[in-house]
C-alpha cells in the first residue's frame, strides 16, 4: 500500500511536470498542448501503470490550472508584443528623418528652374487687402503656404495641378502662372515679404517632378494632398519650426 501511494505521488509530480513543460512549450511554439499529453499518455499506458481515480482527477485539474496560466502568460506576452509595436510605430513617427529621404527623391525626375518668392501683396500682384480676387490663383484655389504650397509657373513647362519638390522649400502645386514666369522660372508663395527675403530671395535649383498635372487644381486636391495622414508628421513638423519663427 504505502509503495502504490510513492509511485502515485511520484506519477502526480511527474504528471504535473510534464503539464507545465507541455504549456510553455504551446506558448513559446505554439504546438498544441493536447498532442503533447497524448503523446505522453500513450507512452504511459504502454508500460502498464495504472492510476486511481483520485490522483488521476488531481492530474487533470492540475493541468487544466497549468493550461489556464499558460494562456493568461500567452495573452500577456501578446499585449506586450501590441505595445512593443505601438511604440515603434511612435518612434518611426518621431525620428528624425529628412522629407527629402522618406519620399526617396531619386526615382523622380529633375528639372533646372530659377526660382523667386512672391506674396499675394500688392508688390507682387497688385492687389490689396478687401480686393475680391485678392489671394486667388489662377487656377482658382487660394494661395497657401503649408506642406503642399501653391506656387506659379509657366503652364506650357509645368501645367496646373503639377506637383513638385524644391529644396529647402517642400512640396509646391502649380497653381498659379505670372507675367514674368516664362520657361523654366518658378514662383515660390510666401506669406509675407519678410519671408521671401529671409527664407529663399531668388535661386537656381534642380526641382524634382513628382507628378505632372493635367491642367487644373481644386480646393479639394490641395487639401487632400496637405491632410494626407502619412505625410502629417512632416506637416507637424513644418507648423512646429513656423510657430517658433
Given at each position: ?57 488531481e492530474v487533470e485539474n492540475s493541468a487544466d490550472t497549468f493550461k489556464f496560466l499558460g494562456l493568461t502568460f500567452k495573452a500577456m506576452n501578446s499585449e506586450t508584443v501590441i505595445e512593443a509595436m505601438t511604440s515603434s510605430s511612435v518612434e518611426t513617427a518621431n525620428r528624425n528623418v529628412s522629407l527629402e529621404d522618406e519620399i526617396g527623391l531619386s526615382k523622380y525626375p529633375t528639372k533646372q528652374v530659377v526660382a523667386t518668392g512672391y506674396t ?126
Open positions: 500500500m504505502i509503495s502504490i501511494k510513492r509511485v502515485s505521488r511520484r506519477l502526480l509530480m511527474t504528471f504535473l511536470f510534464f503539464g507545465a513543460l507541455t504549456t510553455t512549450i504551446e506558448v513559446i511554439t505554439g504546438v498544441e498542448a493536447k498532442d503533447i499529453s497524448n503523446w505522453y499518455g500513450h507512452n504511459h499506458s504502454s508500460a502498464g501503470v495504472q492510476i486511481d481515480d483520485e490522483n488521476s482527477k499675394a501683396g500688392v508688390e507682387s500682384t497688385g492687389k490689396q487687402p478687401g480686393n475680391p480676387s485678392y489671394g486667388i490663383t489662377y487656377s482658382g484655389v487660394k494661395v497657401k503656404r503649408d506642406l503642399y504650397s501653391t506656387v506659379a509657373a509657366d503652364l506650357d513647362v509645368f501645367p496646373l495641378g503639377t506637383i513638385l519638390f524644391i529644396p529647402e522649400y517642400g512640396f509646391g502645386v502649380v497653381a498659379d502662372k505670372g507675367g514674368a514666369i516664362k520657361g523654366n522660372r518658378l514662383d515660390l508663395y510666401y506669406e509675407t515679404v519678410k519671408d521671401v527675403y529671409n527664407d529663399w530671395g531668388k535661386r537656381q535649383v534642380d526641382v524634382y517632378v513628382i507628378k505632372m498635372g493635367d491642367g487644373k487644381l481644386t480646393e479639394e486636391q490641395l487639401n487632400r494632398l496637405n491632410e494626407d495622414e502619412s505625410m502629417q508628421v512632416f506637416r507637424q513638423k513644418y507648423i512646429k519650426n513656423k510657430t517658433k519663427s
